[in-house]
């Protein structure tokens, strides 16, 4: 064993962690991710800046928002952004979205 080749053994972090999000992590909370990751770009930053992704289960995206105003304004944008979000997700998860108010995190 100790002229084994150390190099041989090593396993680069973003393996591990994939292994490890594959293998423990429930489906939605990969689709969360994904949605995390493109929210910016799919509903512009105006958007971004007053509402933010907090769950997501069976199709429907709970959104928290900022003010009272700010759901009233989604609601008439609703059905774009989720054909944003799902265009940039390539695939058609996200049926509905659900607007409340909440704490906005960056």
Avoid: C
């Avoid at 423990?24 to 910016?40: C, L």
């Avoid at 054909?83 to 108010?101: E, G, P, T, Y």
């Amino acid at each position: 064993m100790a002229n084994e080749d150390p190099k041989k053994k090593l396993i680069h972090i973003s393996d591990i962690l994939k292994s490890a999000f594959d293998k423990y992590r429930p489906a939605m909370d990969t689709e969360m991710t994904r949605i995390w990751d493109i929210w910016d770009q799919a509903v512009g930053q105006p958007i971004a800046m007053n509402a933010k992704p907090d769950a997501f289960k069976d199709g429907v995206l709970m959104v928290n928002v900022s003010s009272s105003a700010w759901i009233h304004q989604l609601k008439f944008l609703e059905k774009e952004m989720i054909v944003n979000l799902n265009k940039r997700l390539d695939q058609a998860i996200v049926s509905r979205i659900r607007f409340k108010i909440g704490k906005i995190h960056s």
